[in-house]
């Protein structure tokens, strides 16, 4: 039976993933960055009724200088690395460490990890902000990527580091959703569907014809499934 770690399971693709594996008979290393987080991920997935037999946790604050790794790491097959900095508002000048250490030196240190270890695949969450406003749509892999904030700047920069272990041998894939939505996410989605169920006012910004790329995260679940069964 295959073993994955998921880094940021705590988070809302990584708890769904976590979920998705689990149902699919996999031994899953689930993180988070607090015994906290840990917590309420084990209440969240006791209250779905999910077994856990075949899950075991790890709290790891990637912003830590050193990282003391689960007892089994080198059992696994495959990483999932999910925890990143995320929010795009909350990349300013004073943030920058916490962007760089969590989306470019984190990912260098797995990567490593994943390298001594042997691990088969490495699947790497990118996002599809690296690219930035295309000149052109839809966008394509080959949209030149001109990132406008800190958190797609970074995030392409952690996706050229991915890369680098490649050249040394990791088998990696890096994904670049857009929009994942789904229920545990707060979006422009929920926030709209939340006021249409309350029949409040909807505020529209400019004149109502912007657009997002959106994917249900279940979607986005089967794509990574896929990609980690295509070894
Ligand atoms: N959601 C989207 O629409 C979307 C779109 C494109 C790309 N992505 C990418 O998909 C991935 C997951 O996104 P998400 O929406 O699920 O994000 P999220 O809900 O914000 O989750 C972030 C995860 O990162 C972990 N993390 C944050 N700081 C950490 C630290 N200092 N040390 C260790 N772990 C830390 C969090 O752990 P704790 O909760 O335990 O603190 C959490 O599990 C990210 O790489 C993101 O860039 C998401």
Not at 101 to 119: F, M, Y
Request: charged share 20%.
């Amino acid at each position: 039976m295959s073993k994955i770690l998921i880094t940021g399971a705590t988070g809302f693709i990584g708890s769904w993933l976590t979920r998705h594996f689990l149902r699919e008979n996999y031994n899953i290393i689930a993180h988070g960055s607090s015994k906290e987080s840990i917590g309420n991920l084990q209440k969240a997935l006791k209250k779905k009724s999910v077994n856990l037999e075949n899950i075991e946790f790890w709290d790891q604050n990637f912003m830590k200088q050193e990282w003391d790794y689960p007892s089994r790491i080198s059992d696994i097959d495959a990483i999932i690395h999910t925890a990143a900095a995320t929010r795009v508002r909350k990349g300013l000048s004073d943030n920058y460490d916490e962007y760089f250490k969590l989306n470019v030196v984190c990912p260098k240190i797995l990567a490593k990890k994943a390298l001594e270890i042997n691990v088969k695949h490495f699947i790497h969450l990118s996002t599809g902000q690296i690219f930035g406003i295309a000149d052109k749509y839809p966008i394509t892999e080959m949209t030149p990527k001109n990132p406008i904030n800190l958190y797609g700047s970074t995030k392409l920069i952690g996706e050229q580091v991915i890369a680098s272990f490649g050249v040394l041998g990791l088998h990696y894939s890096i994904a670049r959703p857009f929009s994942v939505f789904g229920h545990g996410h707060f979006n422009i989605i929920s926030i709209i569907t939340n006021k249409l169920l309350n029949s409040d006012i909807l505020t529209i910004y400019g004149d109502g014809s912007q657009s997002r790329a959106f994917l249900h995260v279940l979607d986005f679940c089967q794509a990574i499934d896929k990609t980690e069964s295509s070894l």
